[in-house]
């Protein structure tokens, strides 16, 4: 029988002053920590021996004003992985509630995320904040032991990069640090910790659970800390009034509603959208069992723990909906009235069909100078999406071979796509109709810039992470830097852009982390 390793000692701040990590002029705000204890508990992170860090981004840590030589350096392996606090953090898990799968789940919390503080810098005035995933238990853990486990990590890290290469509002990844700590899931794995960067972390969830409680006072001082901090127009109404809250909830609705059409225009499947996994700012957060479509199917599942398929790829919208009308019940005591409450939430269904029809009139390659109706655009796309479902064709691969034909002046030959589908030269001719002629350059650019070459599929996931666990690194590295530039092409990386192997079909995801 193999042992343990043993256990790291407590974390403490480490005797380096604060400025070895920080850039001048940056420094540690910590503004969640400002808001009164009933947020959060105050605690330190679990240490793990034999810390490693694998991946480090070194525009992200420049942009939230660390230094990335300190980030390359073996504090901050230490920091990052948690088993030291640099001067001016102040660590703390936040509580939440949330309904998970349809059902109000009760209190919830960071159950292995911990804060670690937040720096503002010249690149951020506004403020970034730094959380450790996977850093041990928390008040809120119930019955998890508050890691993270290899695997996970590799796949939130990459993904919550990924996005945001496609300009998906989205979490960043800074760090991945690992452990041989044995983590015990259906077998037993090794810990990881991923540090992820937002401007906030507080997500529906949050409101809810004082809702819940009838606590009116920590509702409003959460709902005026969000305001004052990241919605200037709305913090012009005053402080206490109807009119702030309401128009809170319809600036979250519209973020949220620009975030659904970003997803639904890239392929991207959630899988687990649960109120206490929605940002309040509007960011994709918590990669769990997330995917990008293969071949394309509304209804697609990427949640295996998801048998009722709540959550499949054509709800999405729908259930964002549902999530946000949980958000204004919750916020229904500062707004004080139904009618108002559900104006401000029609702002995601005025949002989301011409924010859906800019990404999917990029995608096409129409110029947005021009005036394009809403529904000429689906007269197009639906037809499209209803081949592309019917003869199982690749979404993301599809896409930016439309891109090719039509710099190329090839559309006919896009037929083979379909099987030979008489239904696609009708389809083709609608198409060209909404073109300008002798704009094929112009439209072709528009198309490249938002099809991506490269997509973070599963079976890519998949085999960053059984290298990793081998200890090779470069299938993660190599991903890495071209999901970076997702929309450019990269020499060489041929095989990260083809269709998925017969096996990436049985690759199944689920909660578990």
Request: hydrophobic content about 45%; some cysteine; proline content about 6%.
């Amino acid at each position: 029988m193999s042992s343990r390793p043993a256990a790291a000692a407590a974390p403490a701040s480490t005797p380096a002053a604060a400025d070895s990590a920080l850039q001048p002029g940056a420094q540690w705000h910590n503004g969640f920590a400002g808001l009164p204890p009933v947020f959060y508990t105050r605690l330190q992170p679990t240490p793990m021996p034999a810390l490693a860090m694998h991946a480090r981004n070194d525009a992200l840590a420049q942009q939230m004003g660390l230094r990335p030589e300190w980030l390359r350096g073996s504090e901050a392996t230490e920091v990052l992985g948690g088993n030291a606090l640099l001067p001016g953090m102040d660590a703390l898990a936040s509580v939440y509630s949330g309904h998970q799968f349809g059902h109000w789940a009760g209190q919830l919390g960071d159950g292995r995320a911990i804060l670690l503080g937040e720096i503002r810098s010249p690149a951020a005035p506004q403020g970034l904040e730094l959380q450790l995933k996977g850093a041990g238990k928390t008040p809120y853990s119930r019955m998890g032991d508050g890691r993270a486990v290899l695997r996970s990590s590799i796949r939130e890290y990459l993904c919550s990069e990924a996005m945001h290469g496609l300009g998906v509002p989205t979490t960043r990844a800074l760090s991945l640090v690992t452990s041989p700590q044995p983590i015990y899931r259906e077998t037993v794995e090794t810990a990881a910790v991923v540090a992820r960067v937002a401007p906030s972390f507080v997500r529906f969830g949050h409101f809810e659970h004082f809702a819940a409680r009838d606590d009116q006072d920590s509702l409003r001082k959460l709902a005026d800390y969000v305001v004052v901090r990241y919605m200037q127009d709305v913090a012009q109404h005053a402080s206490g009034s109807a009119e702030r809250y309401a128009a809170f909830l319809a600036e979250v609705a519209e973020r949220t509603a620009r975030m659904i059409a970003r997803w639904q225009a890239h392929g991207f499947c959630h899988g687990v959208m649960n109120t206490d996994n929605m940002s309040i700012l509007g960011l994709t957060i918590d990669y769990g069992p997330f995917q990008f479509l293969d071949h394309y199917d509304a209804n697609h599942i990427c949640n295996h723990s998801d048998t009722g398929g709540r959550y499949a790829f054509a709800r999405q919208p729908q259930v964002a909906y549902w999530n946000l009308f949980c958000l204004g019940q919750a916020l229904l005591p500062l707004i004080g009235d139904e009618a108002t409450t559900l104006a401000a939430l029609e702002r995601y269904k005025t949002a989301l069909e011409p924010a859906m029809q800019r990404a999917l009139g990029a995608k096409l390659g129409l110029d947005p100078a021009r005036s394009t109706a809403p529904e000429t655009v689906a007269g197009v796309v639906n037809p499209l999406l209803a081949m592309m479902q019917q003869h199982r064709t690749d979404y993301s691969l599809f896409w930016r071979a439309l891109s090719q034909a039509v710099a190329d002046d090839s559309l006919p030959a896009l037929v083979h796509w379909f099987d030979g589908d008489a239904a696609f030269e009708t389809w083709r001719e609608q198409y060209q109709a909404l073109l300008q002629p002798g704009d094929a350059a112009a439209t072709a650019a528009r198309m490249f810039a938002a099809n991506p070459r490269y997509v973070l599929r599963n079976h890519l996931g998949q085999q960053a992470i059984t290298a990793a666990q081998q200890g090779d690194w470069a299938p993660f590295a190599r991903l890495q830097t071209v999901l970076a530039t997702p929309y450019a092409e990269h020499p060489g990386c041929e095989d990260l852009a083809a269709l998925p192997p017969d096996w990436a079909q049985h690759i199944e995801i689920s909660c578990s982390s």
